[in-house]
């Protein structure tokens, strides 16, 4: 009897102790759920703030957006590929500049840009722009290994600007 007592004693002793477990946890439970609630307010506040910012920078860029559509007019598109086999007879350290020359004279005789005696008799200058994502791959391998040939995309603007960018594909 006295063992079983002994063993009555200790289950008591840990269903008190386990009881008290339960209870703390108890306890805590509800502090993290007002801290919860009283997150959700900020929260809340927070993201009314970030809608509002939202819309407002919106609303400027709609304002811009028809300046930008009426600038980015395309007029003319076309596709080339441009042989820049002639940048390799001049010296190593002079092809890729050669070439960028080559890609601007292929696009001035194939887009027919005026010279500049034609411009200084009508009001129009038309100009030449290349991209940079075309300078890029011009100069990828480096000054002495442009690469043989070049697809770019030549666009025309109402305004005459002529912008060079890669082709796609």
Do not use: C
């Amino acid at each position: 009897m006295e063992e079983t007592a002994e063993e009555l004693e200790e289950s008591e002793e840990v269903v008190k102790a386990t009881e008290e477990a339960v209870e703390t946890e108890k306890k805590e439970e509800p502090v993290e759920i007002a801290e919860e609630k009283e997150e959700v307010p900020i929260e809340e506040e927070l993201a009314e703030e970030a809608v509002e910012e939202v819309e407002e920078i919106e609303e400027k860029k709609e304002v811009k957006k028809p300046k930008e559509k009426e600038i980015e007019e395309i007029v003319e598109e076309k596709i080339y590929t441009i042989p820049l086999g002639r940048a390799w007879i001049s010296p190593r350290k002079k092809r890729a500049p050669r070439a960028i020359r080559l890609i601007k004279s292929f696009i001035q005789r194939h887009m027919k840009i005026k010279t500049e005696v034609e411009e200084m008799e009508e009001e129009e200058a038309e100009r030449l722009v290349i991209s940079n994502e075309v300078n890029e791959k011009v100069w990828s391998r480096g000054i002495e290994k442009p690469p043989r040939k070049i697809r770019v995309r030549a666009a025309k603007d109402k305004e005459g600007v002529i912008t060079v960018y890669l082709a796609e594909g």
